[in-house]
């Protein structure tokens, strides 16, 4: 028997933001293991990022999509976090829905953190139960959070006091890796208790390879056929991921000193790591490579791009880069991208993300790995990186082992998550009736 669920998510396509991704790959395979999707999100009219209409093409033409009101930003931007803007939005379909009994269990992926109570509200009012997902921590010590009164204080404060009562009764917590809710867990442990668990990564999408492959456009951030060597880092930069960045630039200066031909030829663009998606002049990287001396290997487009051109520059790059994060649980999602763009991932990974295992045994490309108190060396980044961009000459994306990938692919987290759907109806049936607060 088909069980539908509706997946609550601030963006949705045409978003090219990250997080709209996670929602559109759980409904893409969702009906194979007996769910049918519903997705509940803001007006896209209401976004303020650039949409991506390219991205609907990515859409099965069955998955119905509800468009909930959400706050314009227009004349005057009072808030501009989507959550808050479409919360009420969101609850007043969320409702509709389970009034008509439309939706036997509610999922709600958070970022935006300030939609994870609207599962519980509609469960208080109808009984059906809920899940939330972490595609991020909720509670997190961004910088600045020890400044009082502040933007990250306030964050900060508030979400220590929204997330309790957020996940106090939820039947279900997903989350692309146990780091991402070990915090909220160790502050619950009732949870932990009551409600099923289960992780997966956003996974990747082979299908969305063939129509962009078929669209034969030009790459605009590089020629191709300039003769350099053109690598490609695509999306945000996390504030724990900075360091990272740093000691990536300081590796490009040792290897500008020690093989000037080689870098000579050498393009690191980054793309999409402003300090907002849409600013085209928030540089962050640019500054840290002109301290540093390397500015003339490195190119940044500060603005984000579309999904859909994203694939096509990783496919048209000579290889992708990918830079981690100092906290363990961080496993990079534009890892799974590079890999089937067919093109060698050079990445610098903290030792214990997922990812680092999933490209060695891929033969994917080169892994140097850190830690929390320790990073690689300039001269270890820079010996690694020549390495690297000498064996790309050889390498043969034929020959990497993809035997593994349907463990990493949207599939199966896609089956991983409908398998957790079963079990926390069957453990919310089984739950004695408790009084909410």
Same mark, same amino acid.
């Given at each position: ?15 090219? &933001?990250?997080? $709209? ?15 049918? *999707? ?13 949409? =991506? *209409?390219?991205?609907?093409?990515? &859409?099965?033409? +069955? ?30 379909? &969320? ?27 509609? #469960? !208080? ?11 991020? *921590? ?30 106090? =009764? ?9 780091? %991402?809710?070990?915090? @909220? ?14 992780? @997966? ?28 060597? #053109? ?29 000037? =031909? ?21 540089? +962050? ?21 579309? %999904?859909?051109? @994203? ?11 990918? &830079?981690?994060?100092?906290?363990? #649980? %961080? ?29 060695? $045994? ?20 820079? $010996?690694?990186? !020549? ?32 398998? $957790?759907?079963? !079990?926390?109806?069957?453990? %919310?049936?089984?739950? *004695?009736?408790? +009084?909410?607060?």
């Amino acid at each position: 028997m088909t069980r539908r669920v509706a997946l609550v998510s601030g963006h949705f396509f045409p978003s090219n &933001l990250v997080g $709209a991704q996670r929602a559109r790959l759980w409904a893409q395979y969702l009906p194979e293991f007996g769910w049918e *999707p519903i997705v509940v999100a803001g007006d896209p009219e209401r976004y303020e990022e650039r949409p =991506d *209409p390219e991205l609907m093409r990515l &859409l099965s033409p +069955q998955l119905r999509v509800v468009h909930a009101a959400t706050l314009s930003t227009r004349p005057i931007r009072l808030v501009g976090d989507i959550g808050v803007r479409a919360f009420w939005g969101c609850y007043r379909a &969320l409702s509709a829905l389970a009034a008509a009994r439309e939706v036997d269990f509610i999922h709600v992926v958070i970022p935006s953190n300030f939609l994870g109570p609207v599962g519980r509200l509609v #469960h !208080r009012r109808y009984g059906v139960p809920y899940g939330i997902d972490y595609v991020d *921590p909720w509670v997190n010590r961004w910088p600045g959070v020890e400044r009082p009164f502040s933007r990250a204080w306030g964050s900060y404060h508030l979400a220590h006091w929204l997330e309790p009562w957020a996940v106090r =009764d939820a039947a279900l917590i997903t989350g692309v890796a146990p780091g %991402y809710v070990s915090g @909220m867990l160790e502050r619950n442990p009732e949870v932990a208790k009551n409600a099923e668990l289960a992780y @997966m990564p956003y996974g990747i999408a082979p299908e969305d390879f063939a129509p962009v492959r078929d669209m034969h456009r030009a790459p605009f951030l590089f020629d191709p056929g300039d003769g350099c060597f #053109h690598m490609i880092y695509g999306g945000a930069l996390l504030p724990a991921g900075l360091g990272v960045l740093d000691a990536f630039l300081s590796g490009l200066r040792v290897l500008r000193d020690t093989a000037p =031909d080689l870098a000579a030829r050498l393009r690191v663009h980054f793309t999409g790591t402003g300090t907002s998606p849409d600013d085209p002049k928030g540089y +962050q990287v640019m500054p840290r490579a002109q301290r540093l001396g390397v500015d003339e290997m490195v190119r940044e487009n500060p603005h984000r791009i579309g %999904y859909v051109d @994203m694939l096509n520059h990783l496919m048209q790059s000579n290889a992708v880069l990918v &830079l981690g994060s100092t906290e363990p #649980h %961080y496993s990079p999602s534009k890892v799974f991208q590079g890999m089937l763009s067919r093109r060698p991932v050079f990445a610098l990974l903290h030792e214990q993300s997922t990812a680092v295992a999933m490209i060695r $045994a891929a033969h994917a490309g080169r892994v140097t790995t850190l830690t929390e108190k320790a990073l690689p060396t300039p001269e270890t980044i820079a $010996a690694s990186l !020549r390495a690297f961009i000498e064996e790309s000459a050889t390498f043969n994306p034929d020959t990497v082992d993809r035997s593994g990938f349907e463990d990493f692919s949207a599939r199966h987290s896609t089956r991983v998550l409908a398998e $957790a759907l079963d !079990r926390a109806c069957v453990r %919310y049936q089984a739950r *004695p009736v408790l +009084q909410s607060s």
